[in-house]
């Protein structure tokens, strides 16, 4: 069956420390794949996506990732985050042409200042 | 920047009583979908929406639930008799096209005693 893992529930950052989330999915077919991010009392935004070409897609506020196809996995990173980083991160997959997402369980990250 | 709109922001509703969560979509898309996100687990996928009919819809979407674009600017989801596991966060979403990134609305919270 179709499935997308967060391994992290909640991580705890200071300020500057660097980030990476982790994400695993498994599909047969070619995918797309998203991050998406949830603020405090916002609705889901956009972070980055990769439909093809270059495996590190670099997404708004300084956040890349890196899809690994022999690894499944699509890691969310950030060399240095701020305390306005702190919300919910979601990765999504859907499958080359298809309509539906599927969402990992998301990450809650915490950044004290 | 365009956005989803998704009134009301919170509905309570007793069990067994009909609602109606509404959505306007951005104005130029053509695939609508409705998620869902009950406390503490992931975004589900329930549906999508084309060209004026249901394209997909998952095993959660059942007769209890329809869905209705009715004057071409206004998506709504009915649950017909809701049922306390039924209350959730109802996300509704639009794309351009399909598989292209979804535009999320701020989400309606449905609470059902």
């Known amino acids: 069956a179709q499935s997308v893992s967060q391994h992290n529930h909640h991580v705890i950052l200071s300020e500057a420390a660097s980030l990476e989330l982790g994400c695993n999915y498994s599909?047969?077919?070619?995918?797309?794949l998203f991050w998406y991010v949830q603020y405090p009392g916002q609705h889901l935004q956009l972070l980055l996506k990769y439909f093809s070409g270059d495996p590190l897609v670099k997404g708004i506020k300084g956040f890349e990732a890196e899809f690994i196809k022999s690894k499944f996995s699509f890691n969310l990173r950030k060399p240095s985050v701020q305390w306005s980083d702190t919300a919910e991160y979601f990765c999504a997959v859907t499958l080359t042409g298809a309509n539906n997402l599927f969402f990992g369980t998301g990450t809650r990250l915490t950044v004290i200042p | 920047e365009p956005e989803v709109t998704q009134t009301p922001s919170h509905q309570v509703t007793q069990m067994g009583q009909e609602v109606i969560l509404r959505c306007v979509p951005i104005?130029?898309?053509?695939?609508f979908y409705w998620y869902r996100q009950i406390l503490g687990q992931k975004v589900e996928f329930l549906v999508s929406?084309?060209?004026?009919?249901?394209?997909?819809k998952s095993e959660i979407f059942d007769d209890q639930f329809s869905v209705e674009r009715p004057d071409g600017s206004n998506f709504t989801l009915k649950i017909r008799s809701t049922k306390l596991e039924d209350s959730a966060m109802y996300f509704c979403?639009?794309?351009?096209?399909?598989?292209?990134?979804?535009?999320f609305g701020n989400g309606t919270r449905l609470t059902v005693t």
């Open positions: 599909y047969g077919g070619t995918v797309n």
């Open positions: 979403a639009s794309g351009q096209e399909s598989g292209s990134p979804l535009h």
């Open positions: 929406f084309y060209n004026n009919e249901i394209s997909e």
């Open positions: 104005s130029n898309h053509l695939y």
